[in-house]
């Protein structure tokens, strides 16, 4: 057994660094190419707000990952899943703070992180990742001070007109 492990775990660790690497460096041809998510419209409490959606796994997965512009405090990316869980967010690849807000299959807040700041180191994710406490079906990402700028608070509900 003690060999194996000998073996194992500089391989498991070459390819831990390789892979954050990769992320890390990735040409710019691919942190630049356009991939547009479709749009729509959500209302927060009396806020109507316009809204980038991200269904798919791929969507979600890619979401801000290498924008360099911050979302305007007028609109905000929507993370649609297909039933309410826990759903932790990693903030790599992610160039600027961002307001997080979790949000149950009716559309109420359950949970939300304003000033949510990046990973400037990718071997501590524990400073980075953000993670919901009850079950969300629902994730808006805006850049940081749109919870302020809405008055968003955990009596918020979120209604989608279009998505």
């Not at 060999?3 to 660790?13: C, D, E, F, Q």
Request: charged content about 20%.
């Amino acid at each position: 057994m003690a060999r194996k492990m000998v073996v194992l775990l500089p391989a498991i660790l070459a390819a831990f660094i390789i892979g954050v690497l990769g992320l890390i460096l990735a040409p710019s041809e691919v942190k630049n190419r356009d991939l547009s998510f479709p749009t729509g419209t959500i209302k927060i409490d009396n806020d109507t707000i316009k809204v980038e959606v991200a269904k798919s796994p791929e969507e979600r997965q890619r979401w801000l990952m290498f924008r360099d512009d911050p979302i305007p405090l007028s609109s905000a990316m929507l993370l649609v899943y297909g039933k309410p869980d826990l759903y932790a967010l990693w903030l790599i690849n992610i160039q600027y703070n961002l307001d997080l807000i979790w949000l149950d299959e009716n559309g109420h807040v359950i949970y939300a992180k304003e000033n949510a700041q990046i990973c400037t180191n990718p071997f501590d994710a524990s400073k980075c990742t953000y993670k919901n406490t009850s079950p969300a079906k629902y994730v808006i990402a805006a850049s940081s001070g749109f919870i302020a700028d809405h008055n968003i608070s955990t009596n918020s509900t979120m209604e989608t007109l279009s998505i």
